[in-house]
Each structure stands twice: as C-alpha cells, then as structure tokens.
C-alpha cells in the first residue's frame, strides 16, 4: 500500500536538547543507495554519515528486516 503513496516534500520535527542526538535515516529507494547521485548525497548529509542510514530497496521491501535494523539504533547505548 505504501508503493502508491509518493510526495516530493517531506516534513521533520526534530526536537533536540543540545546532547549527542543522532539522526537515523531511512534509504528508500535505488537513488539514495547509489554513491555519486545527488539523492545519496543529501541522505548522507542530512543523516551525517553513511553509518546513520538504513537501507531499504523500496517500500514493498520495507520488512521486519528494516524494523530491526531501526529498533537496534533506538536501543544502542550511547556513549
């Protein structure tokens, strides 16, 4: 269901108290997993590192694998 479902604009609320927040990103879509297009590049900055990103091929493949992937990040500790 989610395949249908496109917008050229996303919005983000981000709250931050000033500690070592991260931003986690997740990659939807052959564009922003490719080095060198332009999409990759402003995933990569606005996550601020490929290691913030998660990749997912497209929504149809938005799994339980990428579910888990986004709960490790939610519950690594941080240091």
């Known amino acids: 269901m989610l395949e249908k479902e496109t917008s050229k604009h996303k919005t983000m609320i981000i709250f931050n108290d000033g500690d070592s927040d991260i931003f986690v990103l997740i ?6 997993l490719a080095p060198g297009l ?11 590192g490929r290691e913030n990103m998660i990749p997912a091929k497209d929504f149809q493949n938005f799994d339980t694998n990428v579910l888990q992937q986004v709960l490790k990040e939610f519950c690594r500790e941080v240091y």
């Open 27 to 32: 990659a939807v879509g052959p564009n922003v």
């Open 38 to 48: 332009e999409t990759y590049d402003n995933a990569v900055r606005i996550a601020g």
